[in-house]
C-alpha cells in the first residue's frame, strides 16, 4: 500500500502536464532562429532531455546539427526534409533521429509551415560545413531562451516552471 499520498498522488511525484499543444496564445512559441520557434512541453532537468513543438515556416532552416542520444519526432502539420537525406516527412509521419546522425532540417517552399512533436535527449550540437562544433543547445539553455522570451513578452519568467521537472 502506497503510503504519504496526496490526494491520488504519492508525495514525491512530480506533478502531470496536460497542455493544449498547438497554443493559441502566440507568445507561448519561442522564436529560435529566422522563421524558426519551439514551444516547450516538457523540459526534465532530471535525464537531460525534453519535448516540444517545432514550428518552421517556408524559408526557415533549423541549422546543421547532430544529437548524441536518441530523438523521436512526429508531424503535426506540414511536411519537411533533411538536407542530408532523401525522404520527406509528412503529416502523421514518425521520424526517429539515432544517435550521431548529422543533419539539417528544411521546409520545403511549397509548405508555408511545419508543425513537429520532438522528444530530445541529450543536447543537439550544432555543426559547420566542415563538422565543426559551433555551438549547443540542452534542456538548461532551452529553459533560459523561455525565460528570456517570456519576460520580453509578457508572460513572465516563471511562466516555463509549468513545463519544468
Ligand atoms: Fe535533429
Redesign the pocket.
Known sequence: MYQNMKGSTHILAPTEIAVTAIPEDERVWVPQAPNVWFRPLMLNTLQGQWCNLLRVRRAGVLSR?L?PSP?HGFVIRGQWFYREHDWVATEGSYVF?PPGEI?T?VVPDDCPEMITFFNISGC?VYLDDDNRHVGYEDVFTKIDMCRRHYVEVGLGADYVDQFVR
Open positions: 546539427h544529437h530523438v533521429e543533419h532540417l543537439m
